[in-house]
């Protein structure tokens, strides 16, 4: 497994995490429960779930940070590696639903 330092790993918390609580938002605004199975890749895919009434600036902004999200695991894992990656995103996952009073 790949070391990483202090600095690194505050710097990708710190962006993981900002994320993760804008989308979290978002999703509120929009009614969307992103912890249901398959809902990120729907969204993400740009499928309407509920009848139209998610087509609204809300879920465009959230759709797009999602997919931020994405690429930004894929340059974490480019600069981390993929075990330290996936390891950082998963303990801001869980940060975030332990302010958000989830899981």
Do not use: P
Request: net charge positive; proline share 0%.
């Amino acid at each position: 497994m790949t070391e990483i330092s202090h600095y690194q790993f505050e710097r990708w918390s710190r962006q993981f995490g900002n994320l993760d609580l804008q989308i979290y938002r978002l999703s509120l605004a929009c009614k969307i429960d992103l912890g249901q199975t398959g809902m990120v890749d729907s969204v993400i895919a740009n499928t309407d779930l509920s009848g139209g009434k998610n087509k609204s600036r809300a879920f465009t902004t959230m759709r797009g940070l999602l997919i931020l999200r994405l690429l930004m695991q894929t340059k974490a894992s480019a600069e981390l590696g993929s075990r330290a990656a996936a390891t950082l995103g998963h303990y801001q996952l869980d940060r975030l639903y332990e302010r958000i009073g989830r899981r």
